[in-house]
Nanobody
Framework: QVQLKESGGGLVQAGGSLRLSCAAS????????MGWFRQAPGKEREFVSR????????RYGDSVKGRFTIARDNAENKVILQMNILKPEDTAVYYC?????????????????WGQGTQVTVSS
C-alpha cells in the first residue's frame, strides 16, 4: 500500500500560479504511475495529469495543457503539479492518485490509492 498526502493548495487570483505537492509513503514509490485529478462542486472527478513510473512519459487533460506541468522525484517520493495561468474554472479539490497498473490511463477508477485532496480556489 501507499499513503498519499497533498499540499500546496490555496487561494490565488486568476493568472497566478500554485505548486501542488503529493508526498508518498509506504510501498515503493517508483512502482506506481502517479496522477492528479480534480473535482469541482457538483461535477464529476476530472483527469488533470499523469506521469509514468520513471517520469519519462506525461499526459495532460485538454483543459490544462500548456498551463500545468507534472514532475516526480522518486528519491524524495513526491510528485509535483505546477499550475500556471490559473483560471476560475480551475477551482476544485485536487487529488493525487497512484496507479500500479502497466497501462497508461486517465480513468479514475483504474487508480489504486488516493490522497485526501487539497483545495484550490482561483478568484476572478
Amino acid at each position: 500500500q501507499v499513503q498519499l498526502k497533498e499540499s500546496g493548495g490555496g487561494l490565488v487570483q486568476a493568472g497566478g500560479s500554485l505548486r501542488l505537492s503529493c508526498a508518498a509513503s509506504g510501498d515503493t514509490f517508483s512502482t506506481y504511475a502517479m496522477g492528479w485529478f480534480r473535482q469541482a462542486p457538483g461535477k464529476e472527478r476530472e483527469f488533470v495529469s499523469r506521469i509514468s513510473k520513471g517520469g519519462a512519459a506525461t499526459r495532460y487533460g485538454d483543459s490544462v495543457k500548456g498551463r500545468f506541468t507534472i514532475a516526480r522525484d522518486n528519491a524524495e517520493n513526491k510528485v509535483i503539479l505546477q499550475m500556471n495561468i490559473l483560471k476560475p474554472e480551475d477551482t476544485a479539490v485536487y487529488y493525487c492518485a497512484a496507479d500500479s497498473g502497466a497501462v497508461s490511463t486517465t480513468r479514475s477508477e483504474e487508480y489504486d490509492y488516493w490522497g485526501q485532496g487539497t483545495q484550490v480556489t482561483v478568484s476572478s
